[in-house]
């Protein structure tokens, strides 16, 4: 491999490394609108009671596996949230909170 092509594959690599750190930094200081469902679903795990997953899809009119994957992948991986989950009373079920 001649120098020159050596050079010209850093150069790459590093202007790629560059725009994915850039890319995940907008991410990270994203907030969801306020009319958006995300938002919706936000509020109902920062009150007091919380909520269970059959109350936030009849809600947000989602599917369950919806609200989970909501719960799990953004809120708690992109937005980095912490989201408690707690059995409560029988006739409710599995109840989940965003705690500070």
Request: aromatic residues 4%.
């Amino acid at each position: 491999m001649s120098k020159a092509s050596t050079s010209t594959r850093a150069k790459r690599t590093t202007k790629r490394a560059t725009a994915k750190n850039a890319k995940g930094a907008a991410k990270t200081a994203s907030t969801p609108r306020a009319e958006s469902k995300q938002s919706q679903l936000i509020a109902m795990l920062k009150q007091p009671d919380g909520a269970t997953i059959v109350e936030i899809a009849k809600a947000l009119d989602w599917q369950l596996h919806t609200v989970r994957g909501a719960i799990a992948g953004a809120l708690k991986k992109k937005l980095g949230l912490k989201v408690e989950s707690e059995k409560v009373e029988f006739s409710r079920g599995r109840v989940y909170r965003i705690t500070d």
